[in-house]
């Protein structure tokens, strides 16, 4: 029995000993210089630092009427401004409902440039879409992207895209950072 162990230990250590690395790929012997030189060394990732961080949270709209494809704001609005390379993230939840009936609503979070009163949404044409009943529910959004630099005012938006009014509406809550 002994003998067999050590005979097993030392083929073991022989292996070991004259072990040659083999390219998995050719199934050739290697190179042991080049073993280590192929390796890959991870680095640390660069971690983002937030330029700006805006509260949109209060009041909403009371009544949402159709609108035909036209992004309506739902609560406040803020201000944010935008460098060269500078990313803008965000989320946004608010709480929607009709007093009869249901209407088809799509949801997402926006933006207007400086000077222009028309609303964009961050997601174009992926935004949510879904039912507000009588039974008021929230409605949660995330979106992010990219804009040339500038000053835009960002929050939460609504596109009624029923016949009916919306109208057992309450709050919206959400923030938007930009990003380096």
Not at 1 to 13: A, N
Not at 21 to 36: L, S, Y
Not at 66 to 95: E, H, L
Not at 102 to 109: G, Q
């Amino acid at each position: 029995m002994k003998s067999k162990l050590i005979l097993t230990c030392g083929f073991l250590l022989t292996f070991l000993f004259f072990a040659v690395p083999v390219d998995m790929q050719t199934g050739k012997a290697g190179n042991k210089e080049n073993a280590i030189k192929d390796k890959v060394f991870k680095t640390e990732p660069e971690v983002p630092s937030i330029s700006e961080l805006v509260d949109f949270s209060g009041q909403g709209t009371d009544e949402i009427f159709p609108s035909n494809g036209v992004w309506q704001p739902f609560g406040p609005y803020r201000t944010v401004n935008i460098q060269d390379k500078q990313r803008i993230v965000g989320f946004g939840t608010a709480v929607f409902g009709t007093t009869q009936g249901t209407s088809r609503i799509s949801i997402s979070l926006c933006y207007a440039r400086s000077g222009s009163t028309a609303l964009n949404a961050f997601a174009g044409n992926n935004h949510l879409t879904a039912d507000a009943d009588t039974s008021r529910r929230t409605f949660s959004v995330a979106a992010s992207g990219t804009l040339p630099a500038g000053t835009y005012s960002v929050g939460y938006c609504v596109m009624n895209r029923g016949t009916q009014l919306i109208n057992n509406n309450d709050y919206v809550n959400g923030w938007m950072m930009v990003v380096n």
